[in-house]
């Protein structure tokens, strides 16, 4: 069965302050995608970055950065230089293979405090 | 591009009616997807269409729910005899097909049930 743990419920940071957001999965599939999703108090949820079971190289995207980690089953993400547009909660999610829904787990709400 | 969009965007309605939502996904994205967020949940899967078949349906879709994709572009979401239990954000995304190689899904802004 698969499984998606974000420990952190909620996470406050003074601006310009890294946070890195915790995600752990469970899958018994060897092929599986992982997601993470912003959802700014908008409400909207925006795709942020996807990555396939088979490729553990880590991403950087401007002040975003991926850690994927197959051996912990993690895919940790880190805001380096936060700023307060960073508020939201963040969603991390996982598909299998032949699966066509994200499983997503519980979020972590970002605050950053000016 | 335009996003995925939904309406309405908020419903309230009182219990037992029915209400109906309309989900416009990408244009050129053939999957569509429907799920349901409650307050500080994730979302959940409903169900998922590939063009104008529904392929899954999650066990959290009851008898009073019913989805439609009729022509494999917008589809609709039909609650009937709405309880409180119904109340939530209901989100559409869609995605391409899996021969892309592209997996991730875009959501729509979502609508806002409340049942009273």
């Known amino acids: 069965a698969q499984k998606v743990t974000q420990a952190q419920t909620e996470i406050s940071v003074v601006e310009k302050e890294d946070v890195t957001l915790d995600c752990v999965y469970e899958?018994?599939?060897?092929?599986?995608?992982l997601f993470w999703y912003k959802q700014p108090p908008s409400g909207e949820l925006v795709f942020l970055i996807r990555?396939?079971?088979?490729?553990?190289q880590n991403e950087i995207s401007g002040r975003y950065s991926w850690n994927f980690q197959k051996s912990t089953s993690s895919f940790n993400f880190t805001i380096t230089a936060s700023q307060v547009v960073d508020s939201a909660v963040y969603f991390c999610?996982?598909?299998?293979?032949?699966?066509?829904?994200?499983?997503f787990g519980t979020g972590t709400r970002l605050t950053v405090i000016p | 591009d335009t996003g995925v969009s939904q309406d309405p965007r908020h419903k309230i309605t009182k219990r037992g009616q029915n209400v109906t939502f309309r989900c416009d996904p990408i244009?050129?994205?053939?999957?569509l997807y429907w799920y349901r967020q409650t307050l500080g949940q994730g979302p959940e899967f409903l169900t998922y269409?590939?063009?104008?078949?529904?392929?899954?349906k999650s066990r959290l879709l009851s008898d009073r729910f019913s989805a439609e994709r009729p022509k494999g572009s917008f589809s609709t979401l039909e609650i009937q005899r709405t309880e409180q239990g119904d109340s939530a954000m209901y989100l559409c995304?869609?995605?391409?097909?899996?021969?892309?190689?592209?997996?991730?899904?875009?959501f729509g802004p979502g609508t806002r049930l409340t049942v009273t």
């Open positions: 995304a869609s995605s391409l097909g899996a021969t892309s190689g592209k997996y991730e899904q875009y």
């Open positions: 899958t018994r599939d060897t092929t599986y995608y």
């Open positions: 990555r396939n079971s088979f490729d553990e």
């Open positions: 999610a996982l598909s299998e293979t032949g699966a066509n829904n994200l499983f």
């Open positions: 244009s050129e994205h053939n999957r």
């Open positions: 269409f590939q063009n104008e078949a529904q392929l899954e």
